[in-house]
């Protein structure tokens, strides 16, 4: 129940941030998995020019796709990568079961290197859960991803904020 | 409080300056205190250390006096004339950084080169806490720097020269993930709805600011990967901690801060190139570089300066990917994979039952691939979110077969360098001639492909002069000239497309002239053997000639050609027809051959026939290309 709160503050935060900076697609929370991203074309295009996609004013949003300020969201006080950002690679790795953006995750929430087979297995193993539909939001794959690291001995450590 | 000290004086040779109190209290005047700090003439003389000058992006000559920064922006100078002048700048930041303790956070890199400097004065300094900026080296945990570059993309003009930017990677990054690194890119601050020949024509005059730009890297394989479909080739850099340590707080003081951005020289590139300058003086990068810069080459430089440490890493691009899948697969298996992209139900079919499960699954993660591709850049309808989803299930459900790995492709920092010149001698309507030609850039259908796309052709400021019976005369000025050759395939269907500007001879009615001219084509093209081109183009011509009965003209034209690349070298043969609305006619026949030699030295050979207003005129010429 907590956690839903935290969520639904998250959410409203995320998307207040979203109003104030345009171009940046994918952001937030809600974001549906296979959705695909709305806005893209004009951030295409300005990126085909090698222009300024990133913040320029880095010093006090250093690393923002216009979104979140530095690409990490932090989740029931746990601080890690906003996994919308990334939900096309990080559901491919995790049907793949292994990958750069589950490594991202995992790294993000501060898992161990001794303990990364196993994150990568388990959330592999859970993949169903993880994405029962494509309408899934990020919300019910990040929420899922922490339930099945808590009933998991060696991974429920990284769920708790540090 | 900048404005009340802003009068120094110069006593003895020396210059003190004054301090006030902050502003505490403004019911009590404001104390002037004279505590003093003298700068001694050799101390002020540090104001023209290469590093400062570096650090603040001067450019010009000092001891003229004659210096500019790059930097526009008034942020970026505690000094008035700060941009103009680099002493007043120095003791400027030295006034401020004493007065207003906080504006040290500002700009660390010009603390620690004081700090080597002038450590008597740094000491002096008052302490103060950078909480913002120590939360940000903190954040980026910064072990090595990576150079990438951005490989071109054909169809994209304003891409084709490529990109670098430069990647911060925390420690022990080849356990973890590239993706949380942090990326910095120098670019031009442009509007949205600006489209990317507009952004050409105005970026070479300046017309954009430009500014860093960060973002974390997982953005940039996003844009490059996936939604612009770029190769990326990562140089690690040998810096020392000293030097990523200095190029960081650097860094720092440039956020938000605006240059002029220009296409051809104060480019991206550039601006990288004086980061690593500043990390690590000695090597000195920008010296190379009095011209043009071209991404690429800044990469070979960086490289032969000894600064690219260990092996190069290649990422490749979604279509990469994408192209690699379906081209290991058998022509019906691929056709099974783009019918399953766009209908499940082939799933069900016997054709896709009676395969092995292997076969089946590099289907799925061929169609999987395909369907991320064609949607990459539009919302996604309901069919197709459902259809990826179903493939997703697929690929896990036989997640230990896998796709094949692209394989790396040539380096392109080992191509071919960029500016060509050219002697050739031959025969031209019965008359000997000699041609030498300059290129200023790029690559043409027939160079060297090794590190370029084969059938892309970029080349700007293009001049051959011709020598002609001891006289010389000019034979062709071009100043742009573009071929994209992007081929049709079962899955994809791009159009190929060209352009030329220039100025050329033409010999008509038994004399020659020069034509000032502007063409364009766009057609179709296909690769029938793999490195081939088969391409058809309308194409269209605006002329201005002296030999034409109104100067003026106008020529609605066909061109077909076929691009062949064999072990023996590469080939084109061409043909085309150009009808000009007043009544003249030209086709054209040509066959040009070319035999890479090295990565440095190319022979050609070409053979043409002109038909102008049915009069033919033949030539044929033997070259020796030398790239530099």
Redo the contacts between chains.
């Keep these: 129940m907590k956690k839903i709160l935290i969520t639904a503050a998250l959410l409203t935060m995320s998307s207040s941030a979203f109003a104030g900076a345009p171009?940046g697609p994918n952001c937030g929370w809600g974001n549906?998995?296979?959705?695909?991203?709305?806005g893209?074309?004009?951030?295409?295009?300005?990126?085909?020019?090698?222009?300024?996609?990133?913040?320029?004013?880095?010093?006090m949003t250093?690393?923002?796709?216009g979104c979140s300020t530095?690409?990490a969201l932090s989740y029931g006080g746990k601080e890690m990568?906003d996994v919308s950002?990334?939900m096309?690679?990080f559901?491919?790795d995790?049907?793949?079961?292994d990958g750069?953006?589950m490594?991202?995750v995992?790294?993000?929430m501060g898992v161990e290197?001794q303990d990364r087979a196993n994150f990568n297995r388990t959330l592999?193993t859970n993949?169903?859960r993880m994405?029962p539909?494509?309408?899934v939001t990020t919300e019910h794959v990040v929420a899922t991803m922490f339930t099945v690291m808590e009933e998991d001995e060696k991974l429920a450590k990284y769920t708790v904020a540090q | 409080m900048k404005k009340q000290l802003a009068s120094l004086c110069a006593v003895w040779g020396m210059v003190f300056f004054v301090q006030a109190e902050p502003e505490a209290n403004s019911t009590t005047p404001t104390i002037v205190t004279k505590q003093a700090v003298f700068l001694s003439a050799k101390q002020q003389a540090v104001a023209s250390d290469p590093l400062w000058l570096k650090l603040l992006y001067y450019k010009g000559d000092i001891n003229e006096g004659d210096v500019e920064s790059f930097v526009d922006d008034d942020r970026f100078f505690f000094a008035d004339n700060g941009k103009f002048d680099p002493q007043a700048e120095f003791i400027a930041t030295l006034k401020a950084f004493k007065n207003e303790a906080n504006s040290q956070c500002l700009f660390p890199a010009r603390k620690k080169w004081l700090a080597t400097q002038l450590p008597e004065v740094i000491n002096s300094l008052p302490n103060t806490d950078c909480a913002e900026y120590d939360e940000w080296r903190k954040d980026l945990n910064t072990e090595s720097v990576v150079m990438v570059y951005a490989s071109s993309q054909l169809n994209s003009p304003s891409s084709m020269y490529g990109h670098t930017f430069i990647r911060f990677d925390p420690y022990n990054v080849e356990k973890h993930s590239t993706y949380l690194s942090h990326a910095i890119n120098f670019g031009a601050n442009i509007p949205p709805d600006v489209n990317s020949l507009a952004y050409t024509i105005k970026g070479l005059g300046g017309g954009y600011p430009g500014n860093f730009a960060s973002n974390p890297y997982f953005e940039k394989i996003k844009e490059y990967n996936r939604a612009e479909n770029r190769d990326l080739w990562e140089y690690k850099l040998n810096l020392t901690p000293d030097e990523v340590d200095l190029m960081l707080a650097h860094v720092w003081e440039l956020r938000g801060i605006n240059f002029d951005y220009y296409f051809f020289d104060e480019n991206c590139a550039y601006r990288l190139l004086e980061l690593i300058d500043i990390a690590r003086p000695s090597s000195n990068l920008m010296a190379e570089f009095p011209g043009v810069v071209i991404p690429i080459d800044t990469i070979r430089v960086v490289r032969d300066k000894g600064l690219v440490d260990g092996e190069v890493h290649y990422r490749p691009s979604h279509r990469t990917h994408l192209d690699n899948q379906l081209n290991h697969l058998p022509k019906a298996n691929r056709t099974l994979a783009v019918n399953l992209s766009e209908d499940i139900n082939v799933r069900e079919t016997d054709e896709f039952k009676e395969l092995s499960i292997e076969q089946q699954q590099k289907i799925v993660h061929a169609s999987y691939r395909l369907i991320r591709y064609l949607t990459n850049k539009e919302e996604r309808s309901p069919e197709v979110s459902k259809r990826s989803f179903q493939l997703l299930k697929m690929i896990r459900k036989h997640s230990s077969i896998l796709p094949p790995e692209p394989e790396q492709p040539f380096r392109p920092d080992l191509g071919h360098e960029t500016t060509m010149m050219s002697v050739q001698v031959g025969e031209s309507n019965d008359e000997i001639f000699t041609d030498i030609t300059y290129r200023a850039s790029y690559h043409d259908l027939l160079d060297n492909i090794d590190g370029y796309d084969n059938g892309m052709s970029l080349n700007m400021g293009t001049i051959t002069l011709r020598v002609v019976d001891d006289s010389v005369q000019l034979q062709k000025a071009e100043l742009l000239d573009i071929t994209s050759l992007s081929p049709r395939k079962d899955y994809f269907a791009p159009w190929s497309w060209q352009a030329n500007i220039g100025i050329e001879r033409h010999w008509y009615q038994q004399e020659e002239d020069l034509a000032v001219q502007a063409s364009g084509g766009g057609g179709v093209s296909w690769e029938l053997f793999p490195e081939d081109r088969l391409y058809f183009m309308a194409t269209g011509r605006v002329e201005y000639n002296e030999g034409l009965d109104n100067n003026w003209s106008v020529a609605p034209g066909i061109e077909a050609g076929y691009l062949l690349t064999s072990p023996l070298g590469k080939s084109i043969f061409k043909i085309s027809q150009q009808v000009f609305i007043d009544g003249i006619t030209r086709i054209g026949y040509q066959f040009e051959h070319s035999i890479a030699v090295s990565s440095e030295y190319a022979i050609r050979i070409h053979a043409k026939r002109n038909n102008n207003d049915d009069v033919d005129y033949d030539e044929f010429g033997l070259s020796a290309r030398v790239y530099f």
């Design positions: 171009g549906m998995l296979f959705k695909g991203q709305t893209t074309p004009s951030h295409i295009m300005a990126s085909l020019t090698n222009g300024s996609t990133g913040n320029a004013t880095f010093g250093f690393g923002t796709n530095t690409g990568v950002m990334i096309d690679e559901s491919e995790v049907a793949r079961g750069e953006a490594t991202a995992a790294v993000s290197e592999h993949f169903d994405f539909s494509e309408d």
